[in-house]
Each structure stands twice: as C-alpha cells, then as structure tokens.
C-alpha cells in the first residue's frame, strides 16, 4: 500500500466546524511542527477567517534541527505576514512570550472597540492545527496559568469553556483541528512520519522507508552512525532490521517491527534533531 488515503467527507465538515470556532477569536494561535513547517502549515487558514491576526508557533523545536528554525520562521513570517516564534514543551519562557504576543496582537481590534463605544474586553483567543502538533499541550501549558474557567459563551458548546489566562486574554480550552487534506503525497508522506496522520491510511514500512531516504539525503552522517552503519553499507528496513538482531522466526528480518521503531524514534527526536524540509523546495511558490 504505497499510497496515502484520505477521507474528504470528514474534511468538509472538520473545515466548517473550524470555521465556526475561528469567529469567536480575536486572535488565532496556530502550531506546526517546527520538523515540517511546510508541510504541517495550514494554507487556508487567511482565506477561512480573512484579516484575522494569527500568531504561528513553530513547536517541538526541540527536536527539529535549530539551524533551520530561524531560517524557516523568517520564510513563513515573509509568506504569512504573521508573527512566528518557535517553541517547545521544555521551555517555559515560551508561555509569556505566547501570552504579550497575543496582547500585541490584539491591540488594533482592542482600540477599535474602544472606538466604537465597546466596553474593552479580554482578548479570545484559541489554538488551532494539525493532528499532533502539540495543540493540547500548548493548551495545557497556557491554562496552568490561569485562574478561572469563564464558563460557556453563546456559540460555544458545553464542552468548550473559555479559560481566562490573565485579565488580558481569555483562551477557548479546546482545540481547533486542522483537517490534513493535502493532495501532494510528498506532504502527506511527512505528515505521516510526524504522527499527524492517522495510522490506518498508511503503511508503516512504506513511510518508514520513505523517511530513510530524506534523512539519507539531508542528514546521512548523522543518520548512518546513529545504526552504525558505513559509508559503503546500504539502509534499509531490512539492513537494520538485521543489526538490531530482530529476526522473525523464518530467519526473515523483521521490517515491520524495523519501520515501527524507527519511526517511533525519529517522533521522539531520538534518532536526532532532524527538520525534513528545506525552504529551496518551496520557494518558487
Ligand atoms: N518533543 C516535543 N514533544 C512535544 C512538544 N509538544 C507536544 N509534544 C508531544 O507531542 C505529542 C502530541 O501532543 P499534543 O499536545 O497532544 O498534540 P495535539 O494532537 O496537537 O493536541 C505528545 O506526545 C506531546 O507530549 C514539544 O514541544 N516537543
Ligand atoms: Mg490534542
């Protein structure tokens, strides 16, 4: 199955129900994974909720390679015209950088309420992006610092409740999540290899085999001792398979188990800081 399936009925209605949410916010605070930042970097998101302010927070930078974090913050900040910062779990600056970015982002409409005879109020904000960005750790994060659940809005369902973070942002305590319709099958491969896509559409070993090729190409030194492997020994599921000794019981290496690994490992940064996608790729666009 050297393909990856999407589901378009569950797109249209993820999209509206996207969209629903996107008018109750002042500001929109959308997370990529700093590893894809293309690919993981919602294209509709200005067209859904035009002239909407939106902060970009490029996360997991702690696992992606830091030489390109600037590199693509700048590119993304140049096609958005929006505010990018990178982030991760492990620093805890990050919260208040998220929280004045918001206040500053939010000073235009604030003074236009104020213009219009609006009583001034907290900023609303809310987290929106693919599946497995870090959208509820971020959540999660901003909300520890908050005091009082603001109860239900009208719009906002019984499961939603506005969180206040401080007197000057009010934050939606559940996410907005991007449908991952891509039709470019290179994406959805690197989608796929962040987890941001749902297991059953994709084959493990074919994703897996796929990702030893990028990083062959963007990292191979790294890579290559990472397994032990030479410069003349070739990579593969089965190659590896075959050094770590896991061998089914016909004596056939077990590439399954192999792709399951190494994608495990490439999620979690273990196998290194690896960003798999170079702005070259894109920048004609
Ligand atoms: N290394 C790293 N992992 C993260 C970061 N943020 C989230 N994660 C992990 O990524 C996974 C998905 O995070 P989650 O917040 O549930 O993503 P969501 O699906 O977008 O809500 C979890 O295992 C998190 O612990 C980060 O900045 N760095
Ligand atoms: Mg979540």
Redesign the pocket.
């Known amino acids: 199955m050297n393909h990856i399936h999407w589901y378009p009925g569950h797109i249209a209605k993820a999209q509206r129900q996207l969209k629903e949410k996107l008018n109750l916010v002042d500001v929109i605070i959308e ?1 990529i994974d700093a590893r894809i930042p293309y690919s993981s970097w919602y294209k509709n998101t200005a067209e859904l909720c035009p002239n909407k302010p939106r902060l970009i927070l490029m ?5 992606s390679d830091a030489k390109y974090n600037q590199i693509w913050a700048d590119f993304l900040n140049k096609k958005t015209k929006c505010k990018v910062i990178t ?4 620093n805890r600056n990050d919260v208040n950088t998220i929280i004045s970015e918001i206040i500053n982002l939010s000073k235009e409409i604030m003074q236009k309420r104020i213009l219009k005879g609006l009583l001034p109020r907290p900023t609303r904000t809310m987290v929106i ?1 693919m ?8 959540i999660n994060r901003l909300v520890k610092r908050a005091k009082t659940k603001t109860g239900a809005k009208a719009g906002v369902t019984r499961q939603q409740q506005w969180v206040r973070i401080n007197e000057k942002v009010e934050l939606l305590d559940t ?1 907005g999540i991007i449908p991952t319709v891509q039709n470019d099958q290179f994406q959805a491969l690197k989608l796929a290899c962040v987890n941001s896509i749902s297991e059953n559409a994709y084959d493990s070993e074919y994703v897996a085999s796929e990702l030893i090729k990028i990083l062959l190409k963007l990292y191979n030194e790294n890579f290559r001792k990472y397994y032990g492997f030479t410069d003349e020994e070739e990579i593969n599921l089965s190659n590896i398979a075959v050094k770590k000794n896991w061998i089914l019981k016909n004596s056939i290496p077990d590439t399954k188990r192999a792709s399951l690994i190494l994608l495990s490992n490439f999620r979690d ?1 273990k196998i290194g800081k690896y960003t798999i996608e170079r702005i070259e790729e894109y920048d004609t666009i």
Request: overall charge positive; cysteine-free.
């Open positions: 997370v996360n997991k930078s702690d696992v982030t991760s779990l492990s992006g599946p497995n960005v870090g959208k509820s750790s971020t996410p940064g």
